[in-house]
Nanobody, 120 residues
Framework: QVQLVESGGGLVQPGGSLRLACAAS????????MGWYRQAPGKQRELVAD???????NYADSVKGRFTISRDNAKNMVFLQMSGLKPEDTAVYYC??????????????WGQGTQVTVSS
């Protein structure tokens, strides 16, 4: 069974920083792209950033220059360093990975989400 578990969310003041982490576990043969999405109340889930297995990153315009995505392929982990946080960054942040479990085909897997709240 494959699981993605996020950590690192919390409450931070505007202008502050947080680092999210996501670990994929289980019988995994390989992982392609990994990424972070977010969903604010009343809004659709949106891409924040994603990164290929070779380290090529892509960012939403709203977070460029403030957020940095990275990954550790040896540990099946992806990270999101967030700085210059704004109230509009408040959302539940989800990790997604396109991966192949040992007994199944390539598919997208999601974590359970971690809350990020930016407020004074």
């Amino acid at each position: 069974q494959v699981q993605l578990v996020e950590s690192g969310g919390g409450l931070v003041q505007p202008g502050g920083s947080l680092r999210l982490a996501c670990a994929a576990s289980g019988s995994i043969v390989g992982i392609n792209a990994m990424g972070w999405y977010r969903q604010a109340p009343g809004k659709q889930r949106e891409l924040v950033a994603d990164i290929t297995s070779t380290g090529s990153a892509n960012y939403a315009d709203s977070v460029k220059g403030r957020f940095t995505i990275s990954r550790d392929n040896a540990k099946n982990m992806v990270f999101l360093q967030m700085s210059g946080l704004k109230p509009e960054d408040t959302a539940v942040y989800y990790c997604k990975a396109n991966l192949r479990p040992l007994w199944n085909a390539w598919s997208d897997y999601w974590g359970q989400g971690t809350q990020v709240t930016v407020s004074s």
